[in-house]
């Protein structure tokens, strides 16, 4: 079992063509931000440096996040270059996100925790972006698990860091309450957290409801900046697709970065425990250690 650790990537993946069938992992729309980069090149170099390895890269997989929300994404850490020295990214699906994260691990200087509950996704966005840039890749490390367990295991262990938090995993407000609210333990770790997909809904069997989530941890006066694509109530996108029936609220900003500084955490209760926030397994393996 290595659900709450640290796992390495698989060496039969290095190179492989079927990487995603390899790791089971199933391509839905194959939709790729690579189609629309092209409108966002020429404003940042980092960004642009980035794009061109993406266009290049030849191997089946789908993104889930639109090319401006990636472009946001570089310029934030643009922004906070120098404040920081980790980025941990949680949920990581097939890499797009990852992507662009590791193509600025040299020109900002920091490491990059990847987090998922699922260990072929994670090592199938190592293997994405070990093609990219495989000096980089050396400061990247996979955790099989949930945010609450990586706070748990390596996060309350650690002094003197300061990480990003970029939240793109389990979208259900339970859960993302979860993952919030277990990073009141490590909140002086904290410099931002990114928040994808807060325009997303569905059917209420997913509940998908991250900006509500954000709400419950934070409060209702969560200072915030917007980043990404807003879609125009008329786009085809504010419909339910055919894949989950999900779709994205007209309007209303595809993510969020919300700087600790500015904000305070509403929840949980400091008699709460970081162990409260656990997953069965991951409990268990607490209690074990």
């Known amino acids: 079992m290595t659900f709450g650790t640290f796992i390495q990537p698989h060496e039969q993946d290095r190179d492989a063509e079927d990487l995603a069938e390899r790791l089971q992992i199933q391509i839905y729309s194959g939709y790729k931000a690579r189609n629309d980069i092209e409108d966002w090149m020429g404003r940042n170099r980092v960004f642009d440096a980035i794009a061109r390895k993406v266009r290049k890269l030849k191997l089946a997989y789908e993104d889930q996040c639109s090319a401006k929300y990636y472009f946001d994404v570089v310029r934030t850490l643009r922004d906070l270059n120098g404040e920081f020295d980790r980025v941990v990214e949680v949920g990581v699906f097939m890499g797009g996100s990852t992507s662009f994260l590791t193509g600025c691990i040299e020109p900002f200087d920091f490491d990059l925790d990847l987090v998922d509950v699922s260990a072929n996704y ?74 994808q997909d807060t325009h997303l809904r569905g059917t209420i069997k997913h509940m998908n409801f991250v900006d509500m989530a954000l709400y419950a941890v934070f409060g209702t006066d969560l200072t915030y900046a917007p980043i990404g694509a807003a879609y125009a109530e008329q786009d085809a996108r504010t419909e339910p697709n055919r894949f989950q029936g999900n779709y994205f609220m007209p309007g209303v900003p595809e993510g969020v970065v919300i700087p600790m500084a500015a904000n305070r955490f509403h929840y949980p209760h400091p008699a709460l425990s970081i162990d409260d926030f656990l997953p069965a397994l991951a409990g268990e393996a607490a209690a074990a250690a």
């Open 122 to 195: 994670l090592r199938f966005a190592y293997e994405r972006v070990r093609r990219m840039y495989p000096e980089a890749a050396r400061r990247i490390r996979l955790f099989h698990g949930d945010l609450p367990s990586y706070v748990r295991t390596v996060m309350l262990g650690e002094t003197g860091r300061k990480s990003i938090i970029h939240h793109d995993g389990a979208h259900d407000f339970e859960q993302v309450v979860k993952d919030m609210a277990s990073l009141y333990y490590v909140r002086e770790q904290l410099l931002a957290i990114i928040a």
